[in-house]
Nanobody, 129 residues
Framework: EVLLVESGGGLVQAGGSLRLSCAAS????????IAWFRQAPSKEREGVLC???????????NSVNSVKGRFTISRDNAKRTVYLQMNSLKPEDTAIYYC???????????????????WGQGAQVTVSS
């Protein structure tokens, strides 16, 4: 069974930090790009950051201006886990954060992706002002 399990969400004051984790199982983790998406209330889901199977990091176009310099992504293949470090959080970062996985692109263009093979169930992040 394929599982992507997010953890680390919660309530934080503006200016604070959170680190989300995405623990994967049931597939060959090293062969997959992993991305974080988020969906704020009454808004469409948007991509945030993607990390390829080769550890290349890419921002998604729609959110790069809002998160660059504050959010970073990393992966630990030995732990089959991807992390989203979120610093200097703002109320507009409030959303459900999802991790997603897509099999690597054979031409090396694994990130960013929009049609994941697998989704996690999401983790709520709430930033109070």
């Amino acid at each position: 069974e394929v599982l992507l399990v997010e953890s680390g969400g919660g309530l934080v004051q503006a200016g604070g930090s959170l680190r989300l984790s995405c623990a994967a199982s049931g597939f060959t983790f090293d062969d997959y790009a992993i991305a974080w998406f988020r969906q704020a209330p009454s808004k469409e889901r948007e991509g945030v950051l993607c990390i390829s199977e080769r550890d290349v990091h890419m921002y998604y176009r729609n959110s790069v201006n809002s998160v660059k310099g504050r959010f970073t992504i990393s992966r630990d293949n030995a732990k089959r886990t991807v992390y989203l470090q979120m610093n200097s959080l703002k109320p507009e970062d409030t959303a459900i954060y999802y991790c997603a996985a897509q099999i690597r692109d054979p031409y090396g263009n694994s990130c960013p992706f929009l049609a994941p093979d697998f989704w996690g169930q999401g983790a709520q992040v709430t930033v109070s002002s």
